[in-house]
T-cell receptor, first 114, second 113 residues
Framework: SQTIHQWPATLVQPVGSPLSLECTVEGTSNPNLYWYRQAAGRGLQLLFYSVGIGQISSEVPQNLSASRPQDRQFILSSKKLLLSDSGFYLC?????????????FGNGTRLTVT | GDSVTQMEGPVTLSEEAFLTINCTYTATGYPSLFWYVQYPGEGLQLLLKATKADDKGSNKGFEATYRKETTSFHLEKGSVQVSDSAVYFCALDRGSTLGRLYFGRGTQLTVWP
């Protein structure tokens, strides 16, 4: 069966510090991968998606970047965190077929920038 | 553009009450529609889905019917339990090959014993 792992579960970082969140998927090949952010009191915002190794698309301009160094690994990064980067970050995957393939989410990372 | 609008919460109910969470959408083409649930401290889980007009998705006592004429996908449950307390998200898939979902803002449901 397929599983998705996301870590760390919680993170407190000072403003201006770097960030690296990692997500890995097991039990499937060539998944579509996604990073979402859920800010307090707001819905889910798609930040990045990837359809293959090294292929990253950004949905909104921001202080963050994403990379996919391996087929089932997706990394969210920042060189210098801002207060506005605080939120709940969710990694997800879907089948390569895409359409009608549901999203499977990790348990999320609660990031607090102080 | 494509979007999803959910009723604002929080929704507070007593156990065994009837639940309705409204969801309407705007989309071109023929999107698929989903309800996801997020329990405290966890990621989202797919609750149910419908892929074409008049389809009814159902799971764990929850139901939602894809109404194209009213562009709606309201979530219902006849008798809620304390364990149903969670945040519920309505979402649509515009039908591209990517499978990219547009989510509503979520509705917090709290059920009291």
């Amino acid at each position: 069966s397929q599983t998705i792992h996301q870590w760390p579960a919680t993170l407190v970082q000072p403003v201006g510090s770097p960030l690296s969140l990692e997500c890995t998927v097991e039990g499937t090949s060539n998944p579509n991968l996604y990073w979402y952010r859920q800010a307090a009191g707001r819905g889910l915002q798609l930040l990045f998606y990837s359809v293959g190794i090294g292929q990253i698309s950004s949905e909104v301009p921001q202080n963050l970047s994403a990379s996919r160094p391996q087929d089932r690994q997706f990394i969210l990064s920042s060189k210098k965190l801002l207060l506005s980067d605080s939120g709940f970050y969710l990694c997800a995957w879907s089948g390569a077929a895409g359409y009608n393939s549901p999203l499977h989410f990790g348990n999320g990372t609660r990031l607090t920038v102080t | 553009g494509d979007s999803v609008t959910q009723m604002e919460g929080p929704v507070t109910l007593s156990e065994e009450a009837f639940l309705t969470i409204n969801c309407t959408y705007t989309a071109t083409g023929y999107p698929s529609l989903f309800w996801y649930v997020q329990y405290p401290g966890e990621g989202l889980q797919l609750l149910l889905k419908a892929t074409k007009a008049d389809d009814k998705g159902s799971n764990k006592g929850f139901e939602a019917t894809y109404r194209k004429e009213t562009t709606s996908f309201h979530l219902e449950k006849g008798s809620v339990q304390v364990s149903d307390s969670a945040v519920y998200f309505c979402a649509l898939d515009r039908g591209s090959t990517l499978g990219r979902l547009y989510f509503g803002r979520g509705t917090q449901l709290t059920v009291w014993p």
